[in-house]
């Protein structure tokens, strides 16, 4: 269960930054995409492309600072391209019911 957003006054912004934290936790489980450092950066930077998100992109300039340079090497050569083609073949997840749609057809295949 996520923490309630605090800074957000507005009811509606408040339920679309809710939507994209939930949609940004569905990610993680749907790409395979685990939770360290690493794995964050490739899911920000899947966000980046699939939603034009422009808080990813800050999360993704400002992360590789945490990472040693081979990490950072990888993400640019397997990092980059795979999230690139992950985010044109999957579908938006923030128009989906989640309680309606099973994970199965949601799921897409990017490897």
């Known amino acids: ?3 309630p957003l605090r800074f957000i006054l507005d009811a509606d912004i408040a339920y679309v930054a809710m939507r994209y934290r939930h949609l940004h936790d569905y990610w993680h489980t749907l ?4 939770i360290s450092v690493e794995c964050e950066l490739l899911l920000k930077l ?6 034009d998100m422009p808080v990813a992109g800050l999360s993704a300039l400002a992360a590789p600072l945490l990472l ?3 990490a950072c090497l990888r993400l640019a050569r397997v990092g980059l391209p795979w999230a690139s ?3 044109c ?4 997840g923030v128009c989906l019911c989640r309680q309606r749609v099973s ?3 949601v ?5």
């Open 68 to 70: 040693p340079p081979s």
């Open 46 to 51: 899947f966000e980046l492309y699939h939603a």
């Open 107 to 111: 799921l897409c295949v990017v490897w």
């Open 31 to 34: 790409l395979g995409v685990g």
């Open 103 to 105: 994970v199965a057809r």
């Open 1 to 3: 269960m996520r923490t």
């Open 85 to 87: 083609r992950a985010a």
């Open 89 to 92: 073949v999957c579908v938006s």
